[in-house]
């Protein structure tokens, strides 16, 4: 990660991958299993909504169609046809949100699958090996993601544990890069920073897995039901302890003002899966809030969903043709909510890179915060 200027505490970069520069701050566009929902191609996020880094999921691919499937098929960039940077979480989310059949060992976890009950055991070895063979620029290093709010000392007792773990899938992953078959020698490792809302754990934490010069960090476990200024102070408790010249990834946030905060507090990347999956239900982000197009006001509504947009949807439609769409069920609809939600996003981030290239991030935050998510 190299630096090229900051303000305050936000900071813009250049992210070298095997598969791309990321220029940052930066939203990585999710799809969970290889695909956006609502009908968005690789194709779509490359040429048409400016996306740099497209987020895949450990679990759910291994679980369908098989990770070894997915090797089979030349990994993922061959598999979905997106050629920049993948990122693919480690599952370790999905085994503590999804299976509620779960038992933690220092092995790892045996849960049971979501879409058939089959038993499923994954470690930190099996989910280096799962991502291996799927492929991805980055992969995840399986961790504990607990519950919040959780007793201080099951928390810590799980941090210790993220942290052997965490070595464990370092040393995997040196060995599934040094094998001849391996589709990407040069995949990427990031840690995971846990420890709930206690500070001192937190801190804690991040200090031992720094020492271990991983090509990023995260800070994960925020973003599942606490305030959201609970988050930034854990943020602002961590921040000072991540190495400066690693790329800082903040897992499963969020909002554009969830975003600016962040970005203001030291963060250099982000994943949601809420613009896509709002826009499914018509809820729509613009620079003056968010809308709910389902709302009677937009039928009759020549307009384009943002008149200060210029994606491929309010280039050629106006809302009252994708609420008909979507009351009338029609994927289009869909696709087209979707397809200006994430050029949003990451025009957005475009936006913050442009302010603090010219020195002016902190007007730009200033301006937008406490705006952009205020309802229309």
């Given amino acids: 990660m190299r630096i090229i200027k900051t303000e305050g505490k936000a900071r813009r970069g250049v992210f070298e991958t095997p598969h791309g520069t990321v220029q940052t701050p930066a939203f990585m566009n999710v799809a969970t299993s290889a695909a956006i929902k609502g009908g968005i191609s690789a194709h779509d996020l490359k040429n048409d909504l400016r996306c740099q880094v497209m987020l895949c999921n450990t679990y759910h691919l291994h679980v369908r169609p098989g990770d070894e499937l997915v090797k089979k098929m030349g990994g993922l960039h061959k598999f979905t046809g997106w050629e920049g940077p993948i990122l693919t979480d480690s599952g370790g989310f999905q085994v503590f949100s999804l299976s ?167 963060v250099d990347l982000f994943d949601c899966v809420m613009p896509s999956r709002n826009a499914r239900h018509g809820h729509v982000f613009t620079w003056q809030g968010h809308r709910n197009l389902i709302n009677n006001k937009y039928a009759d509504d020549p307009r384009p969903i943002d008149e200060e947009c210029d994606c491929p949807t309010c280039r050629h439609y106006s809302r009252s043709y994708i609420r008909h769409l979507l009351k009338a069920n029609e994927m289009l609809g869909m696709r087209l909510t979707v397809q200006h939600n994430l050029y949003f996003y990451n025009r957005l981030m475009e936006r913050i890179r442009e302010a603090l290239d010219e020195g002016r991030f902190e007007e730009f935050y200033q301006k937008y915060t406490n705006f952009l998510d205020v309802r229309i």
């Fill in 100 to 266: 509620t059949l779960r038992k933690i060992k220092e092995e790892g976890v045996t849960f049971r699958s979501h879409v058939d009950g089959k038993k499923i055991f994954m470690g930190p070895e099996e989910s280096m090996q799962i991502q291996s063979n799927l492929g991805s620029t980055i992969a995840m290093a399986f961790d504990e993601c607990v519950e919040n709010p959780a007793k201080y000392k099951y928390s810590k007792e799980s941090c210790e544990r993220t942290t052997r773990w965490l070595k464990r899938c370092k040393a995997e992953m040196d060995r599934l890069n040094s094998l001849p078959d391996t589709i990407n020698p040069k995949q990427m490792l990031f840690g995971i920073n846990q420890g709930c809302t206690f500070e001192d754990l937190r801190v804690n934490h991040m200090k031992e897995i720094a020492e271990l010069d991983l090509d990023g960090y995260a800070i994960g476990g925020l973003a599942v039901g606490e305030p959201a200024e609970e988050m930034y102070r854990i943020i602002e408790a961590v921040e000072p302890h991540m190495p400066k010249d690693k790329i800082r990834y903040l897992m499963g946030v969020g909002t554009p003002e969830n975003i600016l905060e962040a970005v203001h507090r030291g």
